[in-house]
């Protein structure tokens, strides 16, 4: 069973960047299919990125494309998503996830495994 610990949140102003990084424990993250949903307050928790297991395809949510870049390295069992361009409407928790599945899947429930989540506040 996979452990996900994500940092790099923090509090920044729009237009800046920020890193969020997600290390994965207890087994080997290249097994699973990883990606970053956001939830802000009051609202559904949304896929914001998913990679697939070899890294070669991402997938992205229209609201960041462009904008925003998964990535892995299976080396450090851990998984990355590059945030530029950062809007106030981006403020939200930000959680890793994983997944067996290789169907990409927008629904939270698809993934088996969570981070505890990072904050990430863009003011105006």
């Known amino acids: 069973q996979v452990q996900l610990v994500e940092s790099g949140g923090g509090l920044v102003q729009a237009g800046a960047s920020l890193r969020l990084s997600c290390a994965a424990s207890g087994g080997t993250s290249s097994g699973y299919a990883m990606a970053w949903f956001r939830q802000a307050p009051g609202k559904e928790r949304e896929l914001v990125a998913r990679i697939t297991r070899s890294g070669n395809n991402a997938y992205y949510a229209d609201s960041v494309k462009g904008r925003f870049t998964i990535s892995r390295d299976s080396a450090k069992n851990t998984v990355y998503v590059e945030m530029n361009s950062l809007k106030p409407e981006d403020t939200a928790v930000y959680y890793c996830?994983?997944?067996?599945?290789?169907?990409?899947?927008?629904?939270?429930?698809?993934?088996?495994?969570w981070g505890q989540g990072t904050q990430v506040t863009v003011s105006s």
């Open positions: 996830a994983a997944t067996e599945s290789v169907v990409v899947s927008r629904a939270p429930r698809a993934y088996s495994y």
